[in-house]
């Protein structure tokens, strides 16, 4: 059964005198990945420190498995992992004793400890021979998210943990963590830039602009309804401009040599006419299906409007 794991409502956070999150009501669900996304300084992490019980809210609040963030017991502490990306770990030991270190401050066995962590370590391919020190940034990575692992939690939550890893770890990680939601049922809400990898594991998608939601929706729905045309032409900024004239087309972007559009399938039965009827010369025209970097970007284009 699908249960509410995280819940903040009218959830507002004033840093410094700057009131940095607006009226916030985000709920993820058990088993299920939701992806954070928003541009830089919108509120993530902020909203994340919040959720983890790091800032008092000034105004709202926010639970975790149905318990206030910021007073929450030990027991529920327990349930879930998180990983930041300035890291915390102690360079000078060994992963092991990284990993040992803080799974004893969660009150583990070290049988308990050194067997999940065996295992994790398979799992993930980390080579553990070197100091943490000496570890690259995806091995730091890696072992960052073993040791939120290694108390088996119910919910992990990961703050930008693709930022600097390089495409083989990016797709690693990616997938792992869509393996460990769907094989062991933890919940997972991860914040990223990385429209592409989040579009193939996530559920659900809460989107952040200038410290307010502007978007909550499953993925599915997202990616599953428009479907987006791409017309490769000799005058593409040209096309673009008269496209976002006509009412029922939104331009999506556009480039030196195509350009990318929704429509509304309501307003707009047939595309191509419209291309025709306004003379422009096709190189290519087809039909896709709307990814989530268009819906990023027609999103933020309505919230600044707004
Ligand atoms: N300690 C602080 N004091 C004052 N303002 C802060 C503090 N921390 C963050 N802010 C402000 O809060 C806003 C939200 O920042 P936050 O770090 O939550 O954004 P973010 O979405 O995580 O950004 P990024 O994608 O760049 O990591 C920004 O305007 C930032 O300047």
Known sequence: MVSQVIQTRGLNLSLQGNQVLHNIDITTYSGQICAFIGENGAGKTSTIRCITGLYPPTA????????????????????????????????????????????????????????????????????????????????????????????????????????????????FLRDKLSEICSRQGTSILISSHDLFDLEKIADQVVMIHQGRIVANQALEEITGITERYIVTCNSPHQVASILQDIEGITVVNHDEHSVTFTVESEVIK?????????????????????????????????????
């Open 60 to 171: 709202g609040g926010c639970t975790m498995f149905g318990e206030p963030a910021y007073n929450m017991s030990q027991k529920n502490r327990n349930r879930f992992g998180i990983v930041f990306d300035e890291g915390g770990l102690y360079g000078e030991m060994s992963a092991w004793e990284n990993v040992l270190f803080f799974a004893r401050l969660r009150g583990m066995d070290k049988d308990k400890i050194n067997e999940r962590f065996n295992r994790l370590v398979q799992h993930f391919e980390l080579k553990t021979a070197l100091k943490v020190s000496r570890f690259s940034k995806g091995m730091k990575q890696k072992l960052m998210i073993i040791r939120e692992l290694v108390h088996e939690p119910e919910l992990l939550i990961l703050d930008e943990p693709f930022n600097g890893l390089d495409p083989d770890s990016k797709i």
């Open 270 to 306: 047939q595309p191509l006419q419209i291309l025709l009827k306004h003379n422009v010369e096709i190189q290519e025209f087809y039909k896709e299906k709307s990814s989530l970097e268009d819906f990023y970007r027609t999103t933020k284009q309505a919230a600044v409007q707004n």
